[in-house]
Nanobody
Framework: QVQLVESGGGLVQAGGSLRLSCAASTRTLIDYAMGWFRQAPGLEREFVAAIRWSGDSTNYVDSVKGRFTISGDNAKNTVYLQMNSLKFEDTAVYFC?????????????????WGRGTQVTVSS
């Protein structure tokens, strides 16, 4: 079973940047899609970005387009989420997820492997 561990969260001022990392426990992820989701208190888990592990396609929620970038490093079995121009409303717990598929899912229900999450807090 693949395990995912997120890191890189923290407290940052509005307008600042953070880079989240998601380390996978296996090297056999070439046929997986990797996603980042976030969940703020009292709200449902929200899709943020996704990438095919092969890196040939990505997708983003409209609210982060132009500010966030998802990327992968095959050699390190790690997926990143570079977050720039952070806003107060980006505050949430960010989760990494994986699904063995050749599609690019944007729904939390389509992913079956999850990390524990990392807290991102943006102060206004």
């Amino acid at each position: 079973q693949v395990q995912l561990v997120e890191s890189g969260g923290g407290l940052v001022q509005a307008g600042g940047s953070l880079r989240l990392s998601c380390a996978a426990s296996t090297r056999t992820l070439i046929d997986y899609a990797m996603g980042w989701f976030r969940q703020a208190p009292g709200l449902e888990r929200e899709f943020v970005a996704a990438i095919r592990w092969s890196g040939d396609s990505t997708n983003y929620v409209d609210s982060v387009k132009g500010r966030f970038t998802i990327s992968g490093d095959n050699a390190k079995n790690t997926v990143y989420l570079q977050m720039n121009s952070l806003k107060f409303e980006d505050t949430a717990v960010y989760f990494c997820a994986a699904k063995r598929t050749y599609k690019l899912p944007m729904s939390a229900g389509e992913y079956d492997i999850w990390g524990r999450g990392t807290q991102v807090t943006v102060s206004s």
